[in-house]
């Protein structure tokens, strides 16, 4: 590995007397030797790494067909044996799940042992930004390669641990917290600087201070929410003077928001897709911007509407393999997103990308023929017309659309007749549109997401 300069931090030798090179042992050690396979594998020709993975996912669902009577009566309703899956063919006959199909297994889907190595087990529940939230159990694997695939993409960006870092998220303490070290997995392996957390839910105005005085070197946060206070530095002309990079998570990046940043801040923004069910699925290549796949710990698949793979520059569905965790047996779990196939990366990894995430499918516009596409509201800026801070559309009928707001000052008749032709163009349809304004902000949903549009409509 060659992180950026930096050197694993002696102080975490495990080793009465051995300061140099530092020798860790546990949670710590674990990750350091998966962390220089890591740094192999990814290099690995594209059909090795696939002949890998299955290799793994026969282990996976032999431990599954055992110990989890859900997936047991999915193989054998498909005629399936774990070995069947030892290839990419014999994987496409098992039928894909459903969030739903999570939901009414309840817990029969669990495995009733698990590895002594793979516990503690810990539960996971989604969001529920779908409508269908779900629980999960992942074991200490799972936690591991979550780490992993963590630390990965600090390295790929070649970030300097002993810097500042910085992230609004859900679930923090009302008025900030601050920490000495960036935390795991960083702080298990490197000497880091100090972070510090603040909380989504808190007012726009209070966010924008805190960053003002934290002045921090990285900054993690949910794309809209970006976009919010991208609006706010725009129209008091601040920068973060210190600022290097921002990473965003949770939420779909728009490439609007990217050009906001580079334009208002001066920085650009390195995106990670991930699942609460799941971990980190896929993160973007430092040479080209794609999203490669983490194929060392799951198996990825985009499919069209007949459930066939996708090629390169199409839009399907992500339906995700989870090789490693052996508590909640997660084989072709179709996870409700959309993504675009990408080629092979110019970068020489023979990691799988993709080339954009597209969304979720209740994001997408129905129109009342039973047709459907993607909306295009990330794309404008509405502050054009009018002193818009939030903004979110709603479909609630086939032909009606609620245009939720929150503006410094009400609308005047003329701006609301301005938005109301931008939003017919965006959604590429003219909907009935009913405007709905709030004070503050606008409510998000479960664990602090937030969508420019969505679809209500089954």
């Not at 710590?28 to 090795?48: G, I």
């Not at 839910?201 to 919010?228: C, G, H, K, M, R």
Request: glycine share 8%.
């Amino acid at each position: 590995m060659k992180p950026n300069a930096a050197a694993f931090d002696a102080s975490l030798s495990s080793v009465a007397g051995i300061a140099w090179p530092p020798l860790p042992a546990g949670e710590a050690a674990y990750l350091a030797a998966l962390m220089y396979q890591l740094e192999n594998t990814q290099w690995l020709p594209a059909d090795a790494l696939v002949r890998r993975q299955h290799e793994q996912l026969v282990h996976t669902a032999r431990h599954a067909e055992t110990y989890s009577p859900y997936f047991r009566g999915r193989m054998q309703a498909a005629g399936l044996r774990p070995e069947h899956l030892a290839t990419e063919e014999g994987l496409r006959r098992l039928p894909v799940m459903r969030r739903r199909h999570l939901q009414s297994a309840g817990e029969t889907l669990f495995c009733t042992q698990i590895p002594r190595a793979h516990a503690p087990v810990a539960e996971g529940r989604s969001s529920g930004s779908s409508g269908e939230p779900v629980l999960v159990k992942r074991t200490a694997i799972n936690r591991l390669m979550w780490m992993a695939m963590t630390l990965r993409e600090h390295l790929w960006q070649q970030r300097d641990f002993r810097s500042k870092l910085a992230f609004i998220r859900a679930f923090v303490d009302a008025g900030g917290v601050d920490l000495p070290t960036w935390g795991p997995p960083a702080a298990l392996l490197f000497e880091t600087g100090t972070s510090h957390a603040f909380a989504i839910t808190a007012d726009l105005a209070q966010q924008y201070d805190w960053l003002v005085s934290i002045n921090p070197d990285y900054l993690l946060v949910y794309p809209t929410d970006l976009a919010a206070l991208l609006n706010l530095f725009e129209r008091r002309g601040q920068r973060l003077a210190r600022l290097r990079q921002i990473r965003t998570i949770g939420e779909t990046l728009s490439g609007g928001i990217r050009e906001s940043a580079r334009r208002v801040l001066g920085v650009d923004i390195c995106d990670v897709y991930s699942s609460e069910e799941v971990g980190v699925i896929a993160q973007q290549c430092p040479v080209s911007g794609l999203y490669h796949v983490m194929a060392e710990s799951m198996i990825v698949e985009i499919l069209d509407q007949q459930g066939e793979p996708c090629a390169p520059g199409e839009i399907g569905r992500v339906v995700v393999t989870d090789l490693h965790n052996l508590a909640t047996p997660l084989i072709r779990y179709d996870l409700g997103d959309y993504a675009e196939m990408a080629d092979a990366c110019g970068c020489g990894r023979g990691l799988p990308a993709l080339k954009r995430i597209v969304g979720r499918e209740r994001n997408m516009v129905r129109l009342p023929d039973g047709t459907t596409h993607w909306a295009l509201v990330g794309t404008y800026r509405y502050r054009d017309i009018a002193p818009i801070t939030q903004y979110q559309l709603v479909q609630c009928e086939r032909d009606l659309v609620e245009v939720r707001l929150v503006s410094d000052s009400p609308l005047t008749a003329e701006q609301e007749a301005q938005l109301a032709r931008v939003v017919r163009e965006a959604l590429g349809f003219p909907f009935r549109l009913r405007f709905a304004y709030f004070d503050g902000d606008i409510p998000r949903g479960p664990g602090g997401k937030f969508e420019e549009f969505v679809c209500l409509i089954a």
